[in-house]
């Protein structure tokens, strides 16, 4: 499996950003694939995930209400949408992918289990 992020940048606080995740290498339609992200010092976290096959979602405390994520079933590409960007999201931004059947929840705070992970793209928002 491969995971390709893109999206990534230098943004303005209230800006909003686009990421994207293109998948390859397998059937995605059972897992669940979004995105965890790192900043300095800190733990990954989970920023929103997605079941491919039932539309389920999953949004982290920090971003509930500021993001929107989607998938392009036909192009395996999930996108995550955040708006009123804040310099406390800057980090780096990993797509996910995972095929375990934990509930979305559980995986969305359980970074370790993840079966699959894409390159960073750092996101950094100035203030």
């Known amino acids: 499996v491969q995971l390709q992020a893109s999206g990534g940048g230098l943004v303005q606080a209230g800006d909003s950003l686009t990421l994207s995740c293109a998948a390859s290498g397998d059937t995605f339609s059972s897992y669940v694939m979004g995105w965890f992200r790192q900043a300095p010092g800190k733990e990954r976290e989970g920023v929103s995930l997605?079941?491919?096959?039932?539309?389920?979602?999953y949004y982290g405390d920090s971003v509930k209400g500021r993001a929107t994520i989607s998938v392009d079933k036909d192009k395996n590409t999930v996108f995550l949408q955040m708006n009123s960007l804040k310099p406390e999201d800057t980090a780096v931004y990993y797509c996910?992918?995972?095929?375990?059947?934990?509930?979305?929840?559980?995986?969305?705070?359980?970074?370790?289990?993840?079966?699959?992970w894409g390159q960073g793209t750092l996101v950094t928002v100035s203030s």
């Open positions: 996910a992918a995972d095929k375990s059947e934990y509930s979305i929840q559980y995986t969305g705070r359980s970074y370790w289990l993840v079966d699959f």
């Open positions: 997605i079941r491919i096959r039932d539309g389920e979602t």
